[in-house]
């Protein structure tokens, strides 16, 4: 019906109101879609007090709901009430119960501090409050080097210290921490005034690809003895039936030849962490397994006897990839 009332000529702004404050206060006061209709059309008629009233309504009949928790805070800042803004995202960081979610509205509030209130610390105490309540999730330590790199000088010592927070935990995967060891590496190749700096990371990191080989090893023998056949029991041969004719076993031979040996050479063979060939000269492509955007990150021909090894490498995907 509200489609017939736009689409008709002359001005049913009164007759549009009508139809959804009937709609949503009588006959659907839960239906969260006809709530963000009237809301967006309320906003389109610079009435941004009623549709911050209707939000707020269904906020409440139906409460944990990101869309509509988005279209508050969204509303707030378009109507230039940057610290409703900011009280609701908080509101709802701190009332939510599900971490994830909790910590996608701490990213969101973290960009709106950086970009649209220009208060990069307060970005960060927001971010770094998160990773207290989740501390082995990659994706918060990335935003924080994200917002760190928005420094202008950059603070090499700031940023080192976001990628370090992540890499020393114990907890945390090993393969992300294999990533961010590599995006140390670059970063420091890339803003580091010490070479001695970047070999240190490029130890760092080797250590990680040892650790992370020798977790990967250790599950395949685990996965491989939990697979292995029982043993066969011993029974007694004088119970055992006379062997069957020459003419019957032909009937049974399925196949003449020996089963295939066992693929071990499947194990870091064209793995994550390269080849089996030894890191001395440099270490492979590591890129993460799900992300087609980056790109290939190939050896840095990195020597273990000192800057004068120091040789060429192609660069791969940005450090503060999210």
């Known amino acids: 019906f509200v489609r017939y009332l736009e689409s008709l000529k002359g001005d049913n702004t009164e ?72 009280t609701l995202y908080e509101n709802y960081i701190s009332n939510s119960k599900n971490r994830t979610i909790a910590n996608n509205i701490a990213v969101k509030y973290a960009r709106f501090l950086c970009k649209v209130k220009n208060d990069v610390d307060k970005a960060i105490k927001v971010l770094m409050k ?83 080989k020798e977790r990967k090893k250790t599950k395949g023998e685990d996965n491989k003895t939990d697979s292995s056949p029982p043993k066969k029991v011993k029974t ?3 119970n055992v039936p006379p062997p069957p004719s020459v003419g019957s076993q032909s009937s049974y031979q399925y196949s003449s030849g020996p089963s295939g040996p066992y693929q071990s050479q499947q194990q870091f063979q064209g793995g994550q962490y390269g080849g089996q060939g030894g890191y001395q000269q440099g270490y492979q492509q590591y890129p993460p397994p799900s992300d087609p955007n980056y790109a290939n990150y190939q050896n840095w021909q990195y020597g273990q006897g000192g800057p004068q090894a120091y040789g060429p490498y192609n660069q791969w995907g940005s450090y503060n990839y999210y």
């Open 15 to 86: 007759k549009i109101r009508d139809v959804y404050s009937r709609a949503c206060m009588v006959h659907h006061p839960k239906k969260p879609n006809l709530h963000l209709q009237w809301a967006i059309f309320e906003e389109g008629q610079d009435n941004f007090e009623k549709a911050a009233d209707i939000l707020e309504n269904i906020d409440t009949a139906l409460p944990n709901m990101l869309q509509v928790a988005y279209r508050r805070i969204n509303l707030e800042r378009r109507r230039a009430d940057l610290e409703k803004a900011c």
């Open 130 to 212: 998160a990773t207290d309540k989740d501390k082995d999730n990659p994706r918060l330590y990335l935003q924080l080097i994200d917002l760190a790199m928005q420094r202008t000088p950059v603070d090499t010592l700031e940023i080192v210290g976001y990628m370090d927070m992540f890499i020393e935990r114990e907890h945390a995967d090993l393969e992300q921490r294999v990533l961010f060891a590599q995006r140390k590496v670059e970063f420091l190749e890339d803003f580091s005034p010490d070479i001695r700096q970047v070999l240190k990371a490029h130890e760092q990191f080797q250590k990680c690809i040892k650790q992370a």
């Open 236 to 238: 007694d041969q004088s």
